[in-house]
């Protein structure tokens, strides 16, 4: 007989107050070669998900599952590597083919047919979920099951951004906005001895960026005293994209760790764009990144800020994160 579990099934993208994520009784999934059926412990929201889910990021796979930053359990499809029992991470790149010249330029971040998980193939908001087994990765036992998850995407590609951005040891670094993603970054950021400037929206997030260790909190779109080094940017805005730049020195950087911005502003390029000052997108991630980042994570016993919701309460959960409601991380618990 067929065994059912319960997921949260995407039928038609619509704004999240209109709930577009159904509960409902799917077929255990099956996993093929390559793959490992996980029981999901844990998955954790993210704001591509909210863009998915809302249709900013269109044509997903037909009656999606989404979520991407899966903590699970091993439990079909083990390998010698992939015991079963074991609690293992699955995150936003589910699948690269290998073969494009990017792969084969230590680029896989930028695949040219990637599979993304919770978007192309089905993801984690769910009791069980099918991964490859070869993007997978092993999650530090320090953290429980809802403290690992947000590590996984808002933790792996805000690492990335830092990277993207170029930060060096004791920069003056900024971030701006302060959600699930920059408030594990100022954790890494301290670790490199940087001084952190945060400048967003809702006085929560600054009270939290303040306790985590930034030397100065402003609002979204405030600039810092001082001239920084590097910045990222968090928010799906191109204000704040503009607003970051203006905030640099000569030759400084600003990272975008957005894969959804609403539009860039025209800005002047003589005042903030010559002086060889850059922009840069950050697209995905790669195994080595993540690889790193959850090692460096277990080295400074990274303890992230999340609140938990049930599966039965994804909706609220994606709600919540849009409206900025909730500091730290989100992650449900199925
Ligand atoms: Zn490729
Ligand atoms: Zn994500």
């Known amino acids: ?43 954790g929201v993210c704001r591509t998900d909210l863009h998915i889910v809302e249709g900013e990021l269109q044509h997903p796979r037909a009656n999606l599952i989404p979520g991407h930053q899966i903590v699970g359990e091993v439990v079909g499809g083990a390998t010698a590597q992939l015991r079963l029992g074991m609690r293992v991470g699955s995150s936003w790149i589910g699948g690269t083919d290998g073969s494009c ?24 908001y769910a009791q069980y979920a099918i991964a490859r087994a070869d993007f997978l990765f092993p999650l530090p036992d320090a953290l429980d099951d809802l403290h690992a998850a947000p590590l996984l995407c808002a933790g ?13 040891r ?21 670790a490199w001895e940087c001084e952190v400037y945060v400048s967003t929206r809702g006085a929560s997030h600054r009270q939290l960026a303040e306790s985590l260790g930034a030397v100065w909190v402003g609002e979204a779109t405030e600039k810092p005293l001082v001239e920084l080094d590097r910045a990222v940017t968090f928010a799906p805005s191109g204000n704040v994209v503009v607003a970051a730049l203006a905030s640099l020195r000569k030759g400084g950087v600003v990272a975008i760790n957005a894969i ?37 994570a277990a080295k400074i016993n990274l303890h992230p800020k999340v609140t938990s919701y049930p599966l039965d309460h994804v909706n609220a959960a994606l709600a919540e994160l849009k409206s900025d409601k909730v500091d730290g991380a989100v992650a449900i618990i199925p």
């Open 260 to 296: 959804h911005l609403d539009r860039i502003p025209e800005f002047d390029y003589d005042r903030l764009l010559w002086g060889e000052r850059q922009i840069r997108s950050v697209a995905n991630m790669t195994r080595a990144d993540a690889r790193d980042f959850l090692n460096l």
């Open 1 to 43: 007989m067929e065994v059912l579990v319960r997921a949260a099934i995407l039928a038609e993208p619509k704004e999240i107050s209109h709930s577009p994520l159904k509960l409902m009784e799917v077929p255990k999934p099956v996993p093929g070669d390559g793959q490992v059926l996980l029981r999901v412990c844990a998955c």
């Open 101 to 124: 010249w990017y792969c084969r330029h230590d680029q896989e971040n930028l695949c040219d047919s990637p599979t993304f998980t919770g978007y192309t193939v089905h993801g984690g």
């Open 156 to 168: 792996i590609i805000g690492f990335r951004s830092l990277r993207v951005a170029g930060v060096q």
């Open 170 to 190: 004791g920069e003056r670094v900024g971030l701006f906005g302060f959600g699930a993603s920059a408030h594990l970054a100022i954790a890494v950021l301290r």
